[in-house]
């Protein structure tokens, strides 16, 4: 039998984990989602992972080939004790549920560069990046890089 925290963990899993939104890549606006991580006990897992080390990234905006401060996109790519990376980031349309999703890093262009890095030492996890960066998304009061700043707190 599932307990309180557990009926509320679960949906919550589905809803904000390492969801591929292959239109995320592309500038966000919904689309087609694929899973990387589709069976429940690895999701869980993946959302216990602890981070080790994260990298605060930035790309330009889809269509531009070049990024001035607000004018790009931000995210945080992940590395766990396993040495797998991972990016959490924000945009409008990017998630079913939730607009910050998990995707694998193999999936980001080149396009990423990284900002900074930080060693986490494991004191946060994956779904403490997922609860910082937010359900909802607005260009205004909540976008991606206000998420990716809430992250790297």
């Known amino acids: 039998m599932f307990s309180i925290r557990t009926s509320f963990i679960l949906p919550a899993l589905l809803a904000l984990l390492v969801v591929n939104v292959e239109s995320s890549f592309s500038g966000g606006g919904g689309g087609t989602y694929n899973y ?87 004191s946060k996890t994956v779904s403490d990046f997922v609860k910082a960066g937010g359900t909802d998304y607005s260009l205004i009061f909540d976008n991606c890089h206000d998420a990716a700043g809430r992250m790297w707190e």
């Open 36 to 122: 990387d991580i589709s069976k429940m006990s690895d999701l869980r897992k993946l959302y216990n992972s602890k981070v080790y080390e994260a990298d605060r990234m930035r790309r330009p905006l889809e269509g531009m080939s070049f990024q001035v401060g607000v004018l790009s996109h931000s995210g945080v790519r992940v590395t766990l004790a396993d040495g797998s990376k991972w990016l959490v980031h924000k945009g409008d349309g990017f998630g079913i549920s939730s607009q910050t999703v998990v995707v694998a890093a193999r999936h980001m262009s080149q396009d990423w560069k990284k900002v900074e890095t930080k060693n986490f030492r494991g």
